[in-house]
């Protein structure tokens, strides 16, 4: 089966970076995917990565280390509306497999 | 482009009482999910549909949940009778198929048990 690591918590400051951590374990393993949750809404995708490395979009980036089973999310400049929680996401020989989540909090 | 209609928005229903929920994915996405979210858990894929066929339904309850998508467009997701701890949120979701990796999700039928 599939099993997925995260911090439940995190807290960073307005204007600061962010790492938020994931290691996975699964079989047959495509890639692994980043979402983004605020309260009350609906996950919204964020990032993918199936091959090693680092992947930039805009103020986030995804890495990923499939030798190692682990990702991050790297959030730059973080803004007040970044208040959210995050979930790592495994695809592979079965549907998408969801962590618990990252809630991350930014304060002023 | 439209995005995933759910509906209703909120439930609120007596144990052993039955609920349906209704999805509409974003037009063309072939692939469709239902998904099960209990406060502070993340997302667990309840069924996944490939058309009007069934792909993945091992984590259905199926003593007690059922779902279908007749036309291969939108679904309906039925719990009959539902327990207390059926008190979840209950997402939709839709992809292109082979890009199950980047799904786009609907907002969701908040269900409570009483």
């Known amino acids: 089966g599939q099993s997925l690591e995260q911090p439940s918590e995190v807290t960073a400051v307005e204007g600061a970076i962010v790492q938020i951590n994931c290691t996975y374990q699964t079989s047959g393993f495509y890639g692994l995917s980043w979402y983004q949750q605020h309260d009350g809404g609906a996950p919204t995708f964020l990032s993918y990565n199936a091959l090693d490395g680092l992947e930039e979009t805009g103020r986030f980036s995804s890495f990923l280390s499939r030798s190692d089973s682990y990702g991050y999310l790297l959030l730059q400049e973080l803004q007040m509306k970044d208040s959210a929680s995050y979930f790592c996401a495994v695809s592979g020989n079965t549907p998408l497999v969801f962590g618990k989540g990252t809630r991350l909090s930014v304060i002023a | 482009e439209a995005g995933v209609a759910q509906s209703p928005r909120y439930k609120i229903i007596e144990k052993r009482q039955s609920v349906a929920f209704w999805c509409n994915p974003i037009?063309?996405?072939?692939?469709l999910y239902w998904y099960q979210q209990i406060l502070g858990q993340g997302p667990k894929l309840l069924i996944q549909f490939q058309n009007n066929g069934v792909v993945d339904d091992s984590q259905l309850p199926k003593d007690r949940f059922s779902a279908e998508r007749l036309k291969g467009v939108d679904s309906t997701l039925k719990i009959q009778p539902a327990k207390l701890e059926d008190s979840a949120v209950y997402l939709c979701a839709s992809s292109v198929p082979g890009q199950g990796e980047t799904q786009y999700f609907g907002p969701g039928t908040r269900l409570l048990v009483l």
């Open positions: 037009s063309g996405h072939a692939t």
